[in-house]
């Protein structure tokens, strides 16, 4: 207990191994969900699901591990949401890409990010780009990944023409997400701990009751080899300059998902809120997601960021990166579930992206739409990423007519190098298209 507590500084900051053990366990149930959504979305790029799946539980535990030993702060990552949807949706089956050099932006991505949290770079990206243009990515994002949630489960169809429309709701398939959907959103609103992962149990029961889904053959087995993705990132087949628009996209996403998050998470427990440069907590904290992003990328994995349920555990009384061992820990133990994880359905699974984009969307109130410049950069931002199944489009747009528009209406002071810079490398993606 005398070294824990020296080391975490326990009793500085008024918990103790119980609070954090629990802490760690909340943050825990209520991200569980991300090995059978993440898994699922990442195997719809080509990837052996298996090996996801272990993957993904091997990472979350070593970077949630690497946050609470290095930062010591309360906070767990894994596979972004959002981003994982970019690397499958956008990137390998927008753009083309194999899931390999997919692996080789996400890589370079994290060592541009690495090299930017152990500098005053981060600290001039922050500052050079509008806040409310911020809110606009994750609004889009959830847009993003709410389309995909209802096209991949059939409520959204695609008719000859390229319209959406309804699709058969009669499928009992169909009916089973759109149960998961609302039981989710109702879950959340009672502030239920876990409620994805126990919309995503109980739509699974569902399915192998009915006789719609294999029930489990077993509940324990060994974990499966990931020597099929590990290491198989293709660097040399993304040098290229119409890729520099994605990469950037990669990094910036990744950079301003993961200090969203942690505002969310410190304005709690009073951390994280002065992102001068001075907030050494902070600093560790990002520089442990550059460094889990550079190594999820080896281990065949698209980009790793700090997740917001880490609030979850603040909430429970978590204060210290004691609760991030804690929860390491227990997704560690799901390394040998994989029988479980493998019978979820994919219709038990899709509702979680219609719940977390719903989430992530609601970031639009913070916009300021008084603001010309800010709403029409907004709107192009928002409206875009589900329509082109691309961030780097949305991203791309916003930057564009945000400048645009700004000189339009003459207010030059807000244009900086920094947006400049952004500007010029947005115009790259629709002079240089395929």
């Known amino acids: 207990m005398g070294f824990l507590d020296k080391y975490f500084q326990l009793t500085q900051n008024r918990t103790n191994i119980k609070t954090e053990a629990l802490a760690g366990f909340t943050i825990f149930l209520t991200m569980l969900y991300i090995i059978p959504v993440g898994s699922q979305i990442l195997s719809e790029a080509g990837m052996p699901k298996n090996e996801l799946i272990t993957a993904i539980s091997l990472v979350t535990a070593l970077a949630t591990l690497l946050t609470g030993i290095w930062a010591n702060t309360p906070v767990a990552m894994s596979v972004g949401m959002g981003l994982n949807a970019y690397f499958t949706y956008g990137l390998v089956q927008g753009m083309g890409l194999s899931w390999q050099q997919a692996l080789g932006a996400v890589f370079l991505s994290g060592i541009i990010f690495l090299i930017i949290s152990f500098t005053k770079l981060r600290v001039w990206i922050i500052q050079s780009i509008p806040k409310d243009l911020r809110f606009a990515l994750c609004a889009g994002l959830g847009a993003f990944i709410a389309t995909i949630g209802f096209k991949s489960l059939g409520f959204i169809t695609i008719t000859p023409s390229g319209l959406m429309t309804l699709g058969t709701l009669s499928s009992p398939q169909i009916l089973i997400g759109i149960f998961g959907v609302l039981l989710m959103l109702l879950l959340h609103n009672l502030k239920v701990q876990g409620a994805f992962i126990i919309g995503i149990l109980i739509c699974s029961l569902i399915a192998w009751v009915s006789g719609l889904a294999s029930m489990p053959s077993k509940i324990i087995s060994t974990p499966s080899s990931i020597s099929g993705i590990a290491m198989q990132f293709d660097l040399a087949g993304i040098f290229s300059i119409a890729l520099i628009p994605a990469i ?87 390394l040998f579930f994989l029988p479980i994880f493998n019978a979820i359905p994919d219709y038990a699974i899709y509702p979680t992206l219609i719940v977390v984009g719903a989430l992530m969307f609601s970031e639009i109130r913070h916009i300021d739409f008084e603001d010309f410049p800010i709403a029409s950069a907004s709107f192009f931002t928002i409206i875009l990423m589900p329509l082109s199944s691309s961030i780097t489009t949305g991203l791309a747009s916003g930057f564009i007519v945000y400048v645009l528009m700004c000189g339009f209406k003459k207010q030059w002071h807000r244009i900086n190098l920094g947006i400049i810079i952004l500007f010029l490398i947005s115009l790259i993606p629709f002079l240089f298209q395929n």
Do not use: H, N, P, W
């Not at 210290?320 to 133990?333: D, N, Q, R, S």
């Open 248 to 334: 950037i996209a990669l990094l910036i996403t990744d950079l301003f998902d993961s200090l969203g998050t942690l505002a969310g998470v410190g304005a709690k427990a009073k951390m994280f809120q002065d992102t001068s440069g001075k907030d050494k907590k902070l600093e560790k904290t990002l520089q442990v997601d550059a460094a889990a992003t550079t190594a999820g990328a080896m281990f065949g994995l698209s980009t790793t960021t700090a997740f917001l349920e880490s609030s979850a555990g603040v909430a429970s009384g978590g204060r210290t990166g004691l609760t991030a061992i804690f929860c390491a820990f227990f997704f560690a133990l799901t």
